[in-house]
């Protein structure tokens, strides 16, 4: 069984910074894809950021230049570091992760991290 675990998420004034990490545990051969994705209150859940095994990287419109999403292999984590935050990035914050467990690649997701961007 794999588990996503997050952490880092609360409250920041407009400008601040946060880091979020998400560390994947359990029965892992490999990882692909890891990525960040949010969901603020009566809107769907949209795509922050994402990273390929290789290191590739990927960003929404709307954090780029703001957000740097990096990984580290060694242990299976991926982070998301947010600078200079506005209001509009209040969500709640999930990872995501295409994890191969040695017989098939499956998509897993954490329980997601409450961003509190206010004055």
């Known amino acids: 069984q794999v588990q996503l675990v997050e952490s880092g998420g609360g409250l920041v004034q407009p400008g601040g910074s946060l880091r979020l990490s998400c560390a994947a545990a359990?029965?892992?051969?490999?990882?692909?894809?890891m990525g960040w994705y949010r969901q603020a209150t009566g809107k769907p859940r949209e795509l922050v950021a994402t990273?390929?095994?290789?290191?590739?990287?990927n960003y929404s419109d709307s954090v780029r230049g703001r957000f740097t999403i990096t990984r580290d292999n060694a242990k299976n984590t991926v982070y998301l570091q947010m600078d200079s935050l506005k209001p509009e990035d209040t969500a709640v914050y999930y990872c995501?992760?295409?994890?191969?467990?040695?017989?098939?690649?499956?998509?897993?997701w954490g329980q997601g991290t409450q961003v509190t961007v206010s004055s």
């Open positions: 359990g029965s892992i051969f490999s990882i692909r894809a």
């Open positions: 990273t390929t095994s290789g290191g590739t990287t």
């Open positions: 995501d992760a295409d994890i191969n467990s040695g017989t098939y690649t499956e998509d897993y």
